[in-house]
């Protein structure tokens, strides 16, 4: 007999396989995204924005992904903290923020991340992105320069086209899925209507955009590191287009991997975001670099020396 669990998990992941996907956090003790010792709040644009702090250092906003919350960033969290003063904030109309009086877009919630870092009055931050916060990242950048000192996207996207067209528009659900009690049949409570519009509102979100021309990537000068993964839900023309457009980028596809590689595999993941943020970035040349590499190669031995 399938359990009610069940059934609800295949509903789920037939209406917005992503969003689902990314509030399967690892087991973690520190209860991230629910800290009374480290939450607080703050108002931007009619909207109340909740946000926690851990650790010291240089400071690294880091951003999650659609449907999620600071809670599917545990692992990133985690590992930050040791080096960096870690910011994370709940999108508007995700976990513990407010819902958005006005239609909600990318530009709004990468707008409410600028004002967050001026309501902590950072100064320029390294950003870390997963997903749509791959997106809102970029679009920091863009729209608020003087905020970011490094960038890593992961998973980012320029248009909706970007998905594959499966996660967008799921096939219908399983049978057992397709015979379990009608939500929407079903008389809701203004608590579980206020959830179920928003769920709508965050699904939408990615069926509808973001719309950011590749030529505008042009603008962003903040040192840049595009990431994806071999079997990732984002199309490899995208990932490429955002690199080639960006004019300080480096490249970093994650082989054997998928789109929830943050989860699976964090240890490799943020060895990859850390070393790029710990190292001066120098942009590389192909044709230079690679004859400088061959003179080397071609220079005789230097002379052996003697005890």
């Known amino acids: 007999m399938v359990s009610m669990k069940a059934i609800w998990v295949s ?7 992503l969003a689902a996907l990314a509030q399967i956090p ?26 926690e702090t851990y650790g ?8 999650h992904g659609n449907g999620a919350s600071i809670r599917s960033l545990s692992a990133q969290i985690d590992y930050f903290r040791q080096k960096y003063d870690v910011i994370v904030m709940d999108s508007r109309d995700h976990g513990k923020s407010s819902d958005s009086p006005a239609p909600l877009t990318f530009e709004a919630m990468s707008d409410d991340l600028a004002a967050l870092l001026d309501h902590l009055n950072t100064g320029p931050v390294y950003v870390l992105g997963w997903s749509d916060g791959g997106i809102e990242a970029l679009l920091l950048g863009l729209r608020h320069p003087e905020k970011v000192r490094m960038i890593a996207a992961m998973a980012a996207n320029l248009d909706p086209g970007g998905v594959y067209q499966e996660f967008i528009d799921p096939p219908d659900p399983p049978a057992s899925a397709a015979h379990a009690p009608s939500v929407m049949a079903t008389p809701m409570d203004k608590t579980a209507s206020a959830k179920a519009a928003r769920t709508l509102r965050v699904k939408h979100l990615d069926r509808d955009e973001p719309h950011i021309k590749p030529e505008l990537l042009e603008a962003i000068t903040a040192p840049t590191l595009v990431l994806a993964s071999d079997h990732d839900v984002i199309r490899d023309e995208h990932t490429l287009a955002i690199y080639h457009h960006l004019p300080n980028s480096q490249l970093a596809i994650f082989p054997d991997a998928t789109h929830m590689i943050p989860i699976d595999d964090p240890e490799r993941f943020n060895a990859t975001v850390d070393r790029f943020f710990s190292t001066p970035f120098v942009k590389k040349d192909r ?12 220079a005789p031995p230097a002379p052996a020396t003697r005890d």
Request: charged share 15%.
């Open 11 to 17: 509903v789920m992941l037939a209406v917005c396989p």
């Open 56 to 63: 010291a250092g240089p400071p690294l906003l880091i951003i």
């Open 26 to 51: 690892p087991v973690f003790a520190k209860h991230y995204g629910d800290n009374p010792d480290a939450g607080r709040t703050f108002t931007h644009d009619g909207v109340s924005l909740y946000y």
């Open 287 to 298: 044709l230079l670099d690679l004859l400088k590499t061959l003179r080397r190669m071609s």
